[in-house]
């Protein structure tokens, strides 16, 4: 399809306003000091000097504008035309070292996924330098060879509880998983499943950081703050890839995609996926049902437990040795998912 019909629908919500639902209206919330950092920002996320509330229209006329540029004259104009020299420009003009060269180089690397069996499916993710996918592949078939047990049993969670553990001290996640973990903040990840009626599947996960309160005026570009996946005190070196805990995954089943799925959540994105993949394949559960069960995340010594768990579940977890700390509520802390399946020719989607 060309361009211009595909970014049809969201130029006419940039430009008429989407009105913010109570989950959109907590994510302003939380991000406020963030999001009303600067004058620019303050005209997009601010109403009457207000942050927006549930039921208010965030608007974003500059960005249609700058979503119709693109659709007529290709992405090209982000890295050498106009848009490039309006965003180097802000950037520097406010203590930035963005240059033209930086985005004038910028180029695209293709890899392969990596791929692991689980419980007779082909599980495929995001390869490094992202983290999440390669370890997810290293989680599940540990999953599968201790026993994934019954779904929301002290035992499952256990199992669940102590593959987490193992992932933590991975070959693939040593050292550089903790420097970059303990520091991540991200909440701005956003991710997108999709199959068609051909069985086409895309697995998309990008994200914003949690932004930065920096928008390009006369563009509506935000600009993201994905420099806090970082510690800070080590500085990737010129021309690295950034780390992220990112994980867009398809799982095949006989050849043919069978569930699609990604998270937001940074730290808990990557158990989200492992989760719902577990929840889907192995449980069989409904796609709506996988993601709607209370979900667990193991940082430090602390088992993080969703609201929704049974309470005799959760005592046995702490009778097994775990440090429980009981969520009231489900939250977005856990990951907030998207999937797809396709099974017997039908679809459904979470």
Not at 274 to 291: F, K, P, R
């Amino acid at each position: 399809l060309p361009w211009r019909e595909l970014f049809g629908p969201a130029i006419e919500h940039a430009r008429n306003g989407v009105e913010l639902n109570d989950g959109q209206a907590y994510l302003h919330r939380i991000l406020d000091l963030i999001l009303r950092h600067t004058p620019e920002s303050c005209a997009v996320y601010e109403h009457d000097g207000e942050r927006l509330m549930a039921g208010d229209r965030l608007i974003q006329r500059d960005l249609a504008a700058t979503l119709e540029l693109i659709a007529e004259r290709g992405a090209q104009i982000l890295y050498d035309g106009e848009l490039a020299d309006a965003i180097v420009a802000h950037v520097r003009a406010h203590g930035g070292s963005f240059t033209e060269r930086d985005l004038r180089e910028y180029r695209v690397v293709r890899r392969r996924p990596v791929t692991t069996a689980f419980c007779g499916d082909e599980f495929f993710s995001n390869p490094p330098p992202s983290r999440g996918g390669i370890l997810i592949a290293y989680g599940l078939p540990l999953l599968q060879e201790l026993g994934v047990g019954a779904p929301g049993s002290a035992e499952a969670i256990d199992t669940l509880a102590r593959v987490m553990r193992e992932q933590l001290v991975a070959p693939a996640g040593r050292g550089l998983l903790r420097a970059l973990e303990l520091k991540a903040v991200v909440r701005g990840t956003t991710h997108i499943s999709v199959i068609d009626g051909k069985g086409n599947a895309v697995a998309l996960t990008a994200s914003t950081g949690a932004g930065s309160g920096i928008v390009v005026p006369g563009t509506g570009i935000h600009m993201n703050n994905m420099i806090g996946e970082f510690d800070i005190a080590r500085t990737p070196k010129a021309g690295k890839r950034l780390s992220s805990g990112m994980s867009p995954s398809v799982v095949l089943r006989e050849g043919s995609p069978h569930l699609v799925v990604g998270s937001a959540g940074s730290l808990r994105l990557r158990g989200a996926v492992m989760q719902i993949v577990v929840n889907v394949v192995a449980h069989g559960l409904s796609v709506e049902e996988a993601i709607e069960r209370p979900r667990v995340h193991l940082e430090d010594d602390v088992l993080h437990c969703e609201g929704g768990h049974e309470e005799v579940e959760l005592e046995k977890l702490e009778q097994l040795g775990w440090n429980v700390s009981r969520w009231r509520s489900r939250n977005l802390f856990f990951g907030g998912a998207a999937a797809v399946t396709l099974e017997n020719g039908e679809l459904a989607a979470a």
